[in-house]
């Protein structure tokens, strides 16, 4: 929303407002895939290491091993696949919030069609 409000007005000035799907269609996309690729190493994998440090301090890991559990298997492997399986789904959340946020400021304050806005859109990410 906020990239399709702060672009109208420069793009208004150059009558090439309806442009502004594509401008925010391909630019979400990029970001937030770039996200995704930053995301599943760096601030994750930090906060796993550190929760799993935790649990190795206060002696949780060790409890599971004195119960014949494999620490790996129960604690890794778990949040492992919750952050592969969830990181994509929610950069498709994101995007989608986000090209309806610039279709609510296309459509209602720069009076582009809605037929106009979603072939613009859809023309930008094929």
């Known amino acids: 929303m906020i990239i399709a ?9 150059l009558s090439a407002e309806m442009y502004i799907p594509n401008i925010v269609a391909v630019s979400l996309t990029r970001e ?3 996200c ?3 995301d599943r190493g760096r601030p994750i994998g930090a906060g796993i290491a550190a929760e799993v440090g935790s649990m190795v301090v206060t002696e ?14 129960y604690l890794v492997v778990p949040r ?8 994509p789904v929610l950069t ?12 609510i400021i296309c459509v209602y304050k720069l009076h582009i ?5 979603w072939k613009m859109t859809f023309r930008a990410l094929v």
């Open 5 to 13: 409000l702060q672009m109208a007005y420069q793009m208004v000035q």
């Open 32 to 34: 937030l895939v770039l």
């Open 36 to 38: 995704l690729r930053i």
């Open 60 to 73: 949780q890991v060790d409890a599971l091993k004195a119960f014949a559990v494999n620490p790996v298997k």
């Open 80 to 87: 492992f696949l919750g952050l592969l399986l969830m990181l």
């Open 92 to 103: 498709m959340f994101a995007d989608i919030i986000g090209i309806w946020g610039g279709y």
């Open 113 to 117: 069609s809605h037929e106009m806005f």
